[in-house]
């Protein structure tokens, strides 16, 4: 069943060029979609339209079936639903320190109290960021960051997370532990929506891959065929997997 | 300013309750200045530097650079007590070394209970305990925000600034005062970028434009620090009392 649908959608920033030109995207319940492009394809700038951060300029957004609604309640409801991790965790990152950052969104979902604190505790050992609690924000390394925003956005449990380049700037580890974590919580019911410059991490992780460059689709469809298709790659800007690299282990 | 925060984070007292802290200190301040500066501030002097290096394990050359920079500043102040001008020019005052030694011992024992609130407490926690004395909510988030902001806008300053001298960028007067303008320049626009996506980020974790609201860690007060915070400061009081 598609959770979120975009159609058309069309998205010209101020003074600028098309960021999005007519993209015809579905998000399907309990998949892995990657979404690749080279720099400046519109990647970000997507996944700020899929939790309702930006509003079309053009098309349209629709929420299971339903045309958004960017009205404060709708919006509110709407977040609920879909978690966003920013490109930059500096940017996400607020408060004085990661217990009380992850605490953010629980709090604004109006829990109580001993639910905050479980959810919170969930998240930090879901990311294996127990021991990070007490950490002051400004005190914690690039990948540890990362994982306090990405533990901000699954303390609220959502429905959808959208991550904006989880794996960018981790080292080859830290990127394969942080790829099981979100398995986890694939498997608990998470639909995963991210962007990745790493074209055989999203071959061995994702179910689907989008493909687009200048804000246009170029394809879309299983990883595993799309992301070895040498010529849909190519007119993306990318180079496609080589499929023996990946037979071979 | 980093290096303060940074003991603050890690320093052993860094879990006690922000009132043990609090009362300690600022009860070190008003026993500083409630007595003859001799005997009472040396002993108060000596005792917020063992609640710093023995208790909350503050590093003894930290808490010395950190004394130093007041207590120079006052020793230069007090030597002008140490002279008096009368008739026959300059001379030396009558007393002036007494009242000059006393200054000293009274304004550094004051600075050091201060810094000893300031190297156990990181700002954050301050600024939680106005919000808990009733300050008002939107003064304490904007103190919050600040002090999150002053790290990041810092490590943005570092790379530009690293940025521009690897370009050779600051190598002589002229190329450092034009470098420094283009990145003094530069600094706002970035750091309102950032703003933006803040706010974004915010919103898209629930947040509606109202107040900020997360879960603050609780340090409950322990009996035993209570205590020997009381103890301290009653005998501090008492030699006050029996020397005056
Ligand atoms: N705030 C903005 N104002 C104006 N133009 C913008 C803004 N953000 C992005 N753009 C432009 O929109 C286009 C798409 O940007 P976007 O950030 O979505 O790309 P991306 O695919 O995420 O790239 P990257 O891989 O570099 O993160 C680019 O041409 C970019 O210059
Ligand atoms: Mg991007």
């Known amino acids: 069943m598609s959770l979120i649908r975009a159609e058309g959608l069309t998205h010209v920033y101020p003074g600028g060029v098309p960021a999005l030109d007519g993209l015809d995207l579905v998000v399907e319940k309990g998949r892995r979609l990657a979404i690749l492009g080279p720099n400046g394809a519109g990647k970000t700038t997507l996944l700020l339209h899929l939790n309702g951060t930006l509003r079309p300029t053009g098309g349209r957004i629709l929420v299971d079936g339903v045309p958004a609604a960017y009205d404060r309640a709708g919006l509110a409801r709407w977040r609920r639903r879909v978690g966003l991790v920013l490109q930059d965790a500096d940017d996400q990152l607020f408060a004085p320190s990661v217990f009380e950052d992850v605490s953010f969104g629980p709090m604004n979902l109006d829990l109580p109290e001993a639910e905050v604190r479980v959810r919170v505790a969930d998240a930090l050992a879901a990311l294996g960021i127990a021991d990070l609690a007490d950490r002051p924000t400004h005190m914690l390394s690039f990948g540890q960051k990362k994982r306090a925003a990405i533990a901000g956005a699954v303390a609220m449990r959502p429905e959808v997370l959208l991550i904006d380049e989880p794996t960018a700037g981790l080292d080859a580890r830290s990127a394969k532990r942080l790829l099981a974590t979100l398995a986890e ?14 074209v055989d991490m999203a071959f061995r992780f994702a179910d689907e891959a989008a493909l687009f460059n200048h804000g246009r689709m170029i394809a879309h469809g299983a990883a595993k065929t799309i992301l070895a298709d040498v010529g849909a790659m190519d007119r993306a800007g990318l180079d496609a997997v080589d499929v023996r690299d990946h037979s071979a282990q | 300013m980093s290096t303060i925060d940074r ?44 609640a710093a290096m023995v208790g909350a394990r503050v590093p003894v050359r930290i808490w010395g650079l950190a004394m130093a920079a007041p207590v120079g500043f006052v020793v230069t102040g007090a030597a002008t007590l140490m002279v008096s001008l009368g008739d026959g020019g300059p001379a030396l005052a009558p007393n002036g070394l007494v009242d000059a030694a006393a200054l000293t011992l009274r304004a550094s024992a004051a600075a050091s209970a201060l810094l000893l609130l300031a190297f156990t407490t990181p700002a954050s926690d301050l600024v939680a305990g106005l919000a808990r004395a009733r300050v008002p909510a939107e003064i304490v988030e ?19 600034h690293a940025a521009q001298e690897a370009r050779l960028g600051h190598v002589d007067w002229r190329r450092r005062i034009r470098s420094s303008g283009l990145l003094a320049a530069n600094l706002l626009p970035r750091a309102l970028d950032r703003a933006h996506r803040m706010e974004a980020g915010l919103a898209a974790r629930g947040w509606d434009g109202g107040p900020l609201r997360v879960m603050t860690p609780r340090r409950p007060v322990s009996a035993a620090g209570l205590a020997a915070v009381v103890a301290t400061l009653a005998a501090l009081v008492g030699l006050g009392v029996a020397t005056r």
């Open chain 1, 185 to 198: 919580l694939e498997a608990g019911g998470t639909t995963l929506v991210f962007t990745t410059h790493d």
């Open chain 2, 142 to 160: 904007l103190a919050l925000l600040i002090y999150r902001f002053l790290f990041v806008l810092a490590d943005t300053f570092a790379a530009m």
């Open chain 2, 7 to 50: 003991v603050a984070h890690t320093n052993r007292w860094r879990s006690r309750s922000l009132s043990e802290k609090a009362l300690l200190a600022f009860g070190l301040l008003v026993v500083t200045l409630a007595f003859p500066p001799w005997p009472t501030a040396a002993a108060v002097l000596v005792a917020a530097a063992a």
